[in-house]
C-alpha cells in the first residue's frame, strides 16, 4: 500500500516520519512546499507538487490540517482524481458534519472515507503512541489498520462515519476541563508559596494524576508554553463542542468557561501557544 500524508505541521510531520520508517509513506504534499520538499528529502520520500500527483501515485492517503474547510478545500481538490482505490483517512479534527460530507465525495467515486482523529500530543505523534478514534467502514479500517499502528498504539473503531469526529469532541470537553482544573490548582499552590516541583511530583503520584499535570506542570511553571497543542486549535474545536451542545439541547459550562478563557489569551496574543498557557491567566488572577 503507497500512502500520502497532506499537512505537515506539529502532528503531521511525526506522523508521516512514523509512516516512512515502517515503509509505508511514498508521497508528501504541504501548502507551503518548501516544508514538503525538506521532509521529503529526509525520508526519501517523493515531494507533490500538487495533490493531484499525490493522488496518482498513492492509494491510501491522511490528511491532518487545522479546520474543516481546510479538509473540505483539501478534498475538492483531490476529488477529480479519486478512485474505487482510495481510502482517504481524516485525522484533523473536524465536525462530524463536515466528515459525512467528505465521505460522500469519496463514496461517489467508489473509494471509502474514514474520519480518524487523533489524542496523545505532539509526544505521541513522535513516540508514536497516539490514540485514533475511527469512524467509517470496519472493512476500510482492516485494510489501513497496519498503517494506523505504525503511528499509535490504540485504534478503536467507533462506528459509522461521523462517530470518530463525536468522540474527539467528548475528548476535547474533558481535555478543556483538566486545563483549567489543573491550571487553577497550580495556581492556588503557587499562591501559597509551596514548592511546586515537590507539589507536582506527588499528585502525579496519587488520585488526581493525569497527563496534562506530568507533561506539562513543570513547563508551566517555568513559563514555558512553546510546545504541544495550540490553544487557538483548541478553541477551535471547543466551538464544534458547543455547537454539539446547542444542537442537543446540552449545557456545557466547562466548555464555555475554558472558551471564554483562551478568548482571553488570544485576545492577548497568545493563542499561538500551548493550551497549557491558560496558567498565565490563573495565576494573575489568584
Given amino acids: 500500500m503507497r500512502a500520502g500524508f497532506i499537512g505537515l505541521g506539529a502532528m503531521g510531520i511525526p506522523m508521516a516520519r512514523n509512516l516512512a520508517k515502517n515503509r509505508f509513506l511514498s508521497t508528501v504534499w504541504n501548502r507551503t512546499q518548501s516544508v514538503a520538499d525538506t521532509l521529503a528529502k529526509e525520508l526519501r520520500v517523493a515531494s507533490a507538487q500538487q495533490l493531484k500527483d499525490l493522488a496518482e501515485k498513492t492509494e491510501i492517503i491522511f490528511i491532518c490540517v487545522s479546520k474543516d474547510e481546510d479538509v473540505l478545500a483539501v478534498i475538492d481538490s483531490l476529488h477529480p482524481y479519486f478512485s474505487k482505490q482510495h481510502i482517504i483517512i481524516d485525522c484533523s479534527t473536524t465536525s462530524s458534519e463536515t466528515a459525512r460530507k467528505v465521505a460522500c465525495i469519496v463514496r461517489s467515486k467508489g473509494g471509502d472515507f474514514l474520519d480518524s482523529p487523533v489524542s496523545g500530543g505532539v509526544e505521541g505523534a513522535c513516540q508514536g503512541t497516539l490514540a485514533f478514534m475511527v ?135 497568545f493563542g499561538e501557544e500551548d493550551i497549557s498557557a491558560l496558567f498565565r491567566l490563573k495565576s494573575r488572577l489568584s
Avoid at 148 to 164: P, Y
Avoid at 166 to 192: P, R, S
Avoid at 238 to 267: M, R, S, V
Fill in 135 to 269: 469512524g467509517g467502514n470496519a472493512n476500510a479500517l482492516n485494510t489501513v489498520y497496519p498503517l494506523l499502528n505504525a503511528m499509535g498504539n490504540s485504534i478503536t473503531h467507533m462506528g459509522e462515519v461521523g462517530t470518530g469526529q463525536a468522540t474527539k469532541a467528548v475528548n476535547q470537553v474533558m481535555a478543556a476541563g483538566i486545563n483549567e482544573a489543573v491550571t487553577e490548582a497550580l495556581a492556588f499552590g503557587q499562591a501559597q508559596g509551596l514548592d511546586m516541583s515537590k507539589v507536582i511530583e506527588v499528585i502525579t503520584q496519587g488520585a488526581a494524576s493525569n497527563w496534562f499535570l506530568k507533561h506539562r506542570g513543570n513547563t508551566m511553571m517555568k513559563e514555558i508554553f512553546n510546545h504541544g497543542f495550540k490553544l487557538k486549535l483548541h478553541q477551535k474545536d471547543l466551538q464544534i463542542c458547543k455547537e454539539i451542545g446547542e444542537q442537543l439541547g446540552i449545557n456545557l459550562p466547562l466548555t464555555e468557561t475554558a472558551f471564554t478563557h483562551y478568548q482571553t489569551l488570544i485576545d492577548q496574543g
